[in-house]
């Protein structure tokens, strides 16, 4: 059963539009979700989080919004460029464990 | 600072051969976790660390064992491994913040 969605495998945008990455959660104990970024042999990267008590948290031309009634958050790249083409991780955590639960991931092509 | 290094970066066992993943960190860091990942799949937890001396299992935890002598180490051992077990296998470190720093990987074949 999986409590992390992320139902879009990939997106592709042009370059300067918007980015937007969807995650869809289950577990109402989640307090603390954050988004990882992976290029191609290498390991994830953090990207941005958020608190529960947040709605929006907001890092230079990345933004994350939570829903937490509707137990989703979203990843807002603005301006997209061709460097941000990666697979992109949602992965909440609860109660400050250490068990991140990741998202399979979407995959972002962003074209020149 | 070299962050998380991870060694070997591929390898290829045989069915029923054991071997020692390992995992470095540089940054004091008190939290360190193994994760794996599997084609089309999130990273699943394999084993975490809390501190050294204490280690503790995550969602995947079958056929693997580890251990934590130093804060710099933590190094994950495969028993007998098994075609299952091909992945790509990350350690990971952090402070008290949930910012991981993940290493690079090691990308296992079993056959």
């Known amino acids: 059963d999986q409590q992390v969605k992320q139902n879009s495998p990939s997106l592709s945008v042009q370059e300067g539009r918007i980015s937007i990455l969807n995650c869809d959660y289950t577990n109402s104990m989640f307090d603390y979700f954050l988004w990882y970024k992976k290029y191609p042999a290498e390991g994830p990267t953090f990207l941005i989080s958020i608190s529960s008590i947040k709605d929006k948290n907001e890092d230079g031309r990345f933004t994350v919004f939570l829903n937490k009634s509707a137990k989703h958050l979203s990843l807002h790249i603005v301006p997209s460029q061709p460097g941000d083409s990666a697979v992109y991780f949602c992965?909440?955590?609860?109660?400050?464990?250490?068990?991140?639960?990741f998202g399979k991931g979407t995959k972002l092509t962003v074209n020149p | 600072n070299a962050g998380v290094t991870q060694t070997p970066k591929f390898q290829v066992l045989k069915t029923g051969q054991s071997m020692t993943l390992q995992c470095a960190q540089d940054m004091n860091h008190e939290y360190m976790s193994w994760y794996r990942q599997d084609p089309g799949m999130g990273l699943r937890l394999i084993h975490y660390s809390v501190g050294a001396g204490i280690t503790d299992q995550g969602e995947v935890p079958n056929g693997y064992n580890v251990s934590r002598s130093t804060t710099e180490d933590f190094p994950l051992r495969l028993l007998s491994a098994a075609p299952s077990q091909t992945s790509v296998y990350f350690c990971?470190?952090?402070?008290?913040?949930?910012?991981?720093?993940f290493g690079s990987g090691t990308r296992l074949t079993v056959v």
């Open positions: 990971a470190s952090r402070t008290g913040s949930f910012q991981v720093t």
């Open positions: 992965a909440p955590n609860q109660g400050g464990s250490e068990k991140l639960v």
